[in-house]
């Protein structure tokens, strides 16, 4: 089905989109071009504390859809585990104390020296599971996000929305566990689109940006939309045929490239693009 080009309020951009500004300047720069919404990044909010942070937000009138990133679940000791569910709780209760609805959560690589990745999935399902309480009582959404097989062995070792709709299938707790989709990690997905249709109603966040044909790095070489290979707008499309209506959520890594320009530059770039390639 073909959707209408995106509009302005339907706009989010990521706040490490802005990598080269600090907390504050990221946030006045997308209000000063209009775009009303961001995705928090865990640690430049760190860097002014979660009370200023929320401040600089309610006074720029910008608001932030998610926190981004929690997770990182496969730790092997029961020590380690204990302490990355204390982490979890204080980031859900960032993410709540920002007004986000979700925390984006990736699963985490695997251990040092490991080589047993179904253990490490199944570490990943029990620490979900466990996860759901905390965040129920923060009333923040579980935002579960795969990434590209690139990350399996340091990041994420769930590559397929195939992979997340079975966790979240055999977790069966609707209401506070969902997607993260990014178009990024998952556009090459020959199942993709019905992946799509069997997530109906767990799609949380939606995160856009470009594959660049020769990329020099998988996670910090992303594109802007329009300079590569994924088909955002045909994505969009299918996650909208789902009954989603939250944002496209431009998310730019670009350590040589977008995060050494003019923030302002930027910014109205992405809008010129979102207009023409979300
Ligand atoms: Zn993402």
Redesign the pocket.
């Known amino acids: 089905m073909p959707v209408s080009p995106l509009t302005l309020d339907r706009l989010c951009i990521h706040q490490v989109t802005l990598m080269q500004c600090d907390f504050k300047g990221s946030i006045d720069c997308l209000a000063r071009h209009g775009v009303m919404q961001t995705a928090v990044w865990k640690d430049k909010l760190d860097e002014v504390g979660t009370e200023q942070g929320a401040r600089i937000l309610h006074d720029a009138g910008v608001a932030s859809v998610s926190l981004c990133a929690g997770g990182f679940l496969t730790a092997t000791t029961k020590a380690g585990q204990q302490k990355i569910l204390d982490d979890n709780r204080r980031w859900l209760d960032q993410a709540a104390a920002i007004g986000a609805h979700s925390m984006?959560t990736i699963t985490g690589g695997l251990a040092v020296g490991e080589t047993d990745i179904d253990s490490a999935r199944k570490r990943v399902l029990d620490r979900l599971g466990e996860l759901v309480p905390l965040a129920r009582d923060t009333g923040v959404k579980i935002a579960l996000?795969p990434l590209h097989p690139m990350a399996c062995g340091n990041r994420s070792v769930i590559s397929t929305l195939g992979e997340a709709n079975n966790m979240l299938d055999a977790l069966d707790m609707p209401d506070i566990l969902g997607i993260?989709l990014?178009s990024y990690?998952l556009w090459w997905d020959p199942e993709l689109q019905d992946e799509i249709a069997r997530a109906a109603g767990r799609i949380i966040n939606l995160?856009v940006s470009d594959w660049l044909k020769d990329t020099g790095d998988t996670r910090l070489d992303r594109g802007m939309m329009g300079d590569g290979h994924i088909d955002n707008r045909a994505i969009r499309s299918w996650v909208e045929a789902t009954g989603f209506t939250g944002p496209s959520e431009v998310?730019i890594f670009s350590e040589d490239g977008w995060w050494q320009r003019d923030p302002n530059e930027l910014v109205a770039t992405i809008i010129e693009r979102a207009i023409r390639h979300l």
């Open positions: 984006v996000e993260a990014d990690a995160h998310e």
